[in-house]
């Protein structure tokens, strides 16, 4: 399984991006999904997840009214909507295909997508 994520890019503080990340090879609803994230100098944190159906998401407390996971089956793809961006938020973003729901890490991981860079400038 491969995850394209795409959507990343450079935008001032207060700002908004939105994510996508596409599973090739199998339907997104296979999966819980999440997005990790991995600013310079620091350890890859879990930002948010997303359970098979849709029903169900957590969000880390520095995130949390800002950031927006969601799945659309029909376009086999999963968001992650970010609005009012702070610098913080700088980071490379993967999506990922995780085993379990709500707390995941690294090691829960079962496929990663590539990353994309988000900058957000003062």
């Known amino acids: 399984v491969q995850l394209q994520a795409s959507g990343g890019g450079s935008v001032q503080a207060g700002g908004s991006l939105r994510l996508s990340c596409a599973p090739s090879g199998r339907t997104e609803s296979t999966y819980i999904m999440g997005w990790f994230r991995q600013a310079p100098g620091k350890e890859r944190e879990a930002v948010t997840t997303?359970?098979?159906?849709?029903?169900?998401?957590y969000y880390i407390d520095s995130v949390k009214g800002r950031f927006t996971i969601s799945r659309d089956h029909a376009k086999n793809t999963v968001y992650l909507q970010m609005n009012s961006l702070k610098p913080e938020d700088t980071a490379v973003y993967y999506c990922?295909?995780?085993?379990?729901?709500?707390?995941?890490?690294?090691?829960?991981?079962?496929?990663w997508g590539q990353g994309t860079l988000v900058t957000v400038s003062s």
């Open positions: 990922a295909a995780v085993s379990r729901f709500p707390l995941v890490a690294s090691r829960d991981v079962l496929y």
């Open positions: 997303i359970n098979r159906s849709g029903a169900s998401t």
